[in-house]
């Protein structure tokens, strides 16, 4: 299908895509999963202000603790190591599993945190990560932690009117180690289940964020975080056997950490 | 009004902004080699070579391509890679019906230029978002792997 009538807008810095917002713009980004939902005409917006090449988020910036990716940088960049990976290749690796090379090209990182359907793969990964996303809206500038971004399928802590600006990742400490285990049929497919965990000794940090699940992710943190996630999905009211296939991502994924 | 560079040459198209980069290639300047299936990303007929890396065009928007350099499978007509990969795909049968050749050539040409190491698990795994319902994938996969063998050396 062909997507129904909307304007077009191409802001040149943050303050006017935010002027563009407030005057009811919907953001576009690489379009990745807009562009479908256009075509579909599941989204029907007046007009679109396109924020793909703004170099405010299309930059990025490293400390010693933490590294930052503008909201702009594309699953690509990632995936080449064109932008810092702070956990040494996992993220990259992530990357390159996410749709196909054609459709990581224009993706973007904070379109699919933005999007947030409950299986992409940034979501699930950065969470573990202890991720924040830095907003920009009328009334300034907030951070968010990503652990409570998502209050369901398509749903997160942004307003109507705001931006995501970039996503902040802690550095992991040596010794530390990301497991990430993405289950699906055929390679680039959105999840069937995702589980991830963070080990990181040096800071007493154990997350496990399982993915996939309809709605905002299982998240669990803490020495026993892996059996208490299991037993979350045991109580989560999906299907049995979308429940299965989280416990046996789990399982992978804790067990390439003890590996 | 929305200015690009295609295949080259320096185009202004007259398109609103619902129109995706397929139809205005197809449509308006009659470069009907960029095919369309799905309309939604997932197929791979209508991918085209956009700022040199590989991308839908069925999702990417003309408009929002304003001062972009796209090149169609028309494009790579005197194209060397190009050509070696249109000689293995006649040799290794790697079409049929010819709807996803042309993006299977571009993604291909992707594949031989930014993976020149790929071994046959890589090649299939980098052309799964290039459906084909005529050949099977064998005879694509052998000529791509043709071409990044004979570049070896
Ligand atoms: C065939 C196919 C397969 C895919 N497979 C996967 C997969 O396996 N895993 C996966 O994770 N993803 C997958 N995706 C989705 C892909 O990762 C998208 O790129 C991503 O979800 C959206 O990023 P985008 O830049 O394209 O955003 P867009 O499509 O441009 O925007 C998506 C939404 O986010 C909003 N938005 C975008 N940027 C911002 C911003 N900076 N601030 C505020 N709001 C913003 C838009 O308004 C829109 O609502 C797939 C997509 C396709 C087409
Ligand atoms: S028509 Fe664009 S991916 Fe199918
Ligand atoms: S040759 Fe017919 S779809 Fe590929």
């Not at chain 1, 029907?44 to 930052?68: F, K, N, Q, V, Y």
């Not at chain 1, 970039?166 to 530390?176: C, D, E, L, Y």
């Not at chain 1, 020495?223 to 009211?237: E, F, M, T, Y």
């Not at chain 2, 790929?118 to 064998?138: F, I, K, M, P, S």
Request: hydrophobic share 45%; charged share 20%.
């Amino acid at each position: 299908m062909k997507a129904a009538a909307f304007d077009l807008v191409r802001p040149r810095t943050v303050a006017d895509a935010l002027a563009a917002l407030a005057d009811g713009a919907r953001p576009l980004a690489g379009g990745q999963s807009l562009g479908p939902m256009l075509n579909f005409r599941l989204a029907t917006p007046e007009r679109l202000a396109d924020i793909r090449t703004l170099a405010a988020l299309r930059a990025h910036a490293e400390t010693d603790d933490t590294i930052t990716w503008g909201a702009a940088v594309t699953h690509a960049e990632v995936e080449d190591g064109r932008v810092p990976d702070p956990t040494g290749g996992t993220l990259r690796a992530i990357a390159g599993h996410i749709a196909y090379r054609a459709v990581r090209n224009r993706g973007t990182v904070g379109g699919s945190l933005a999007h947030a359907d409950p299986a992409a793969d940034w979501i699930s990964a950065l969470t573990a990560l202890g991720g924040s996303v830095r907003i920009a809206g009328p009334e300034g500038e907030r951070e968010e932690a990503l652990t409570g971004w998502m209050s369901g399928a398509f749903a997160t802590q942004l307003a109507e009117g705001e931006l995501l600006l970039s996503v902040t990742i802690p550095r992991p400490r040596p010794g530390a180690r990301l497991a990430y285990r993405k289950l699906c049929r055929k390679e680039g497919e959105f999840a069937m289940a995702i589980a991830a965990v963070l080990d990181d000794p040096a800071r007493a940090i154990r997350r496990v964020v399982v993915g996939a699940t309809d709605g905002a992710p299982i998240i669990a943190e803490g020495a026993d975080a892996g059996p208490r996630a299991h037993a979350a999905i045991d109580a989560w009211p999906g299907e049995a056997w979308k429940a299965r296939l989280l416990h046996v991502s789990l399982d992978r994924a804790l067990g390439d950490i003890a590996a | 009004m929305t200015t690009l560079t295609v295949n080259g040459i320096e185009t202004t198209l007259d398109v609103p902004p619902r129109t995706h980069l397929a139809d205005a290639l197809r449509e308006t300047l009659g470069l009907t080699g960029t095919h369309l299936g799905c309309e939604h990303g997932v197929c791979g007929a209508c991918t085209v070579e956009l700022d040199g890396s590989p991308a839908r065009a069925c999702i990417a928007f003309a408009a929002a391509c304003a001062g972009a350099v796209v090149r169609t499978i028309e494009g790579f007509e005197y194209d060397s890679v190009m050509a070696e990969l249109r000689a293995a795909f006649t040799a290794h049968h790697a079409l049929q019906c010819g709807y996803c050749t042309p993006g299977m050539l571009i993604t291909a040409r992707d594949i031989v230029l930014r993976i020149p190491g790929a071994d046959e698990a890589r090649v299939r795994r980098e052309l799964a978002g290039n459906l084909c319902r005529c050949t099977g994938y064998q005879g694509i996969v052998d000529a791509i792997l043709a071409v990044l063998a004979a570049r070896r050396g």
